[in-house]
């Protein structure tokens, strides 16, 4: 099975502060996705990777960056969170093209920017 | 660019019964993957079914079936005999060769007896 890990399930963070969320992937897959899911607007994309240290910006990027140092670790960083930025985030991982284009999720991280 | 529309926010079907969510996309796309995701009240994302845009003919996963429009665009997702285990969030999702998956604004699902 894979298995897509969010290391922090719930965060409380102050205003200004940095942030980072880690996600795992166990999996050998070469895509990794960070989203963000807001009531009424669904799943938005903030970044991908499609390999290590290659990213590409989403749909939502502002606020945001990433880092893949390696395979199966993607990073989202709010470099100076905001409130606006509370939300759930969601990783993601699958493989590159062919047959097998299923995209996994981990269970999402919880943060709270007060 | 790619987009997908959900023009049901919420729902409802008894126990039992058959549903039908809605969900059209456009892409620029030649090939490309559409999927329904579903979201139980956990959170965790659950591939429902999946569907590739070269084949014609629509997939199943057991009580849920797909209707794919490739002219119009549409991908609906049937549940057939529906059970309270359904109730959750539902998305429709499209990806392209670069694999990055767009998702609609979801649907809400309520079952009840």
């Known amino acids: 099975d894979v298995k897509v890990t969010q290391s922090s399930r719930y965060l409380v963070k102050r205003t200004g502060e940095k942030v980072f969320l880690e996600c795992v992937q166990d999996?050998?897959?070469?895509?990794m996705f960070w989203y963000r899911q807001d009531p009424g607007l669904g799943l938005r994309l903030i970044y991908f990777?499609?390999?290590?240290?290659?990213?590409e910006k989403g749909d939502i990027p502002e606020g945001y960056s990433v880092s893949r140092e390696k395979k199966e670790r993607f990073s989202l960083i709010l470099e100076s969170a905001s409130t606006n930025q509370t939300s759930m985030y969601l990783c993601?991982?699958?493989?590159?093209?062919?047959?097998?284009?299923?995209?996994?999720f981990g269970e999402g991280s919880w943060l709270t920017v007060v | 660019a790619q987009t997908v529309t959900q023009s049901q926010p919420e729902m409802s079907v008894q126990e039992a019964e058959t549903v039908t969510l809605s969900c059209t996309y456009d892409?620029?796309?030649?090939?490309?993957?559409l999927f329904w995701y579903k979201q139980p009240p956990s959170r965790q994302m659950i591939l429902v079914i999946r569907?590739?845009?070269?084949?014609?003919q629509n997939a199943t996963e057991n009580r849920f079936s797909v209707n794919f429009q490739k002219a119009a665009k549409s991908f609906s997702l049937k549940i057939s005999d529906s059970q309270l285990g359904d109730a959750a969030m539902y998305f429709c999702?499209?990806?392209?060769?670069?694999?990055?998956?767009?998702f609609g604004t979801g649907t809400r699902l309520q079952v009840t007896l």
């Open positions: 993601a991982s699958s493989l590159s093209g062919g047959q097998e284009n299923t995209i996994y």
């Open positions: 999996m050998d897959h070469e895509n």
């Open positions: 990777s499609y390999d290590v240290k290659m990213k």
């Open positions: 892409t620029s796309e030649s090939d490309y993957y």
């Open positions: 569907q590739e845009a070269y084949k014609q």
């Open positions: 999702g499209n990806t392209g060769t670069a694999s990055k998956l767009t």
